[in-house]
């Protein structure tokens, strides 16, 4: 008995990978040599590829395909019909399988619904890429991308809070954590150690 929940309209080939208590819902297909971590939900109509690597509590929502060469880290959230490519100039009469560029979306990441990210790219983590931008580029940790192409607009936390600086300083209003802007790059701010704090 399986540790993890197919739909029975769902296909897993032979050969795939399934973590304990992940979902794959209606339609959806799970192909041979795909690695899929714990705890994920693959909405209806999604297609993960061979050889592509996802881990734990990863999202993907409604028509979403996972293509060769994409890696989701850890707690990655996928909008309904975001995009993934892997080859820059595709043609129906030639094959690029060789030319298949790698994409990795970092742990805590989160894509808006219709975005799309062409291939090759990274998208750092925590970032928060806005429903329909198209993602040509690296993208910072933290970083809030919006726009065809997306440009970042602003800093969020990682809870996805839109964070506001003051002096390169902010703090997230949900969890507390705090934040400093240094040479165009967010970071956590580490608390002050134990034994440094009074009694």
Same mark, same amino acid.
């Given at each position: 008995?399986?540790?993890?929940?197919? &739909?029975? +309209?769902?296909? $897993?080939?032979?050969?795939? /990978? =399934?973590?304990?208590?992940?979902?794959?819902?209606?339609?959806?297909? $799970?192909?041979?040599?795909?690695? =899929?971590?714990?705890?994920?939900?693959?909405?209806?109509? /999604?297609? $993960?590829?061979?050889?592509? %690597?996802?881990?734990?509590?990863?999202? #993907?929502?409604?028509?979403?395909? #996972?293509? !060769?060469? /994409?890696?989701? !880290?850890?707690?990655?959230?996928?909008?309904?019909s975001c995009v993934f490519t892997n080859v820059?100039?595709?043609?129906? &009469?030639? +094959?690029?399988? &060789?030319?298949?560029?790698?994409?990795? /979306?970092?742990?805590? *990441?989160?894509?808006?619904?219709? *975005?799309?990210?062409?291939?090759?790219?990274?998208?750092?983590?925590?970032?928060?890429?806005?429903?329909?931008?198209?993602?040509?580029?690296?993208?910072?940790?933290?970083?809030?991308?919006?726009g065809v192409p997306a440009r970042?607009?602003?800093?969020?936390?990682?809870?996805?809070? %839109?964070?506001?600086?003051? !002096?390169?300083?902010?703090?997230?209003? !949900?969890?507390?954590?705090?934040?400093?802007?240094?040479?165009?790059?967010?970071?956590?701010?580490?608390?002050?150690?134990?034994? +440094?704090?009074? *009694?």
């Amino acid at each position: 008995m399986p540790d993890f929940f197919v &739909h029975e +309209s769902a296909y $897993v080939d032979d050969g795939a /990978v =399934i973590g304990k208590g992940t979902k794959v819902w209606h339609c959806s297909h $799970v192909m041979p040599g795909a690695v =899929i971590g714990e705890r994920c939900n693959l909405g209806q109509n /999604v297609v $993960v590829m061979p050889g592509t %690597r996802i881990g734990n509590n990863v999202k #993907i929502q409604n028509n979403v395909s #996972i293509y !060769e060469g /994409v890696e989701l !880290e850890d707690d990655v959230f996928c909008g309904p019909s975001c995009v993934f490519t892997n080859v820059m100039n595709p043609r129906s &009469h030639i +094959s690029r399988k &060789h030319e298949y560029r790698r994409t990795v /979306v970092r742990r805590g *990441a989160s894509i808006g619904a219709n *975005a799309t990210i062409v291939c090759g790219t990274t998208l750092g983590e925590f970032c928060f890429i806005g429903a329909g931008a198209v993602v040509t580029s690296d993208v910072p940790d933290f970083a809030l991308m919006v726009g065809v192409p997306a440009r970042r607009v602003g800093w969020v936390s990682q809870c996805g809070v %839109r964070l506001a600086l003051r !002096e390169g300083k902010a703090t997230c209003g !949900e969890c507390g954590w705090r934040y400093e802007e240094v040479a165009g790059v967010l970071r956590v701010v580490p608390p002050p150690p134990l034994s +440094s704090l009074p *009694a």
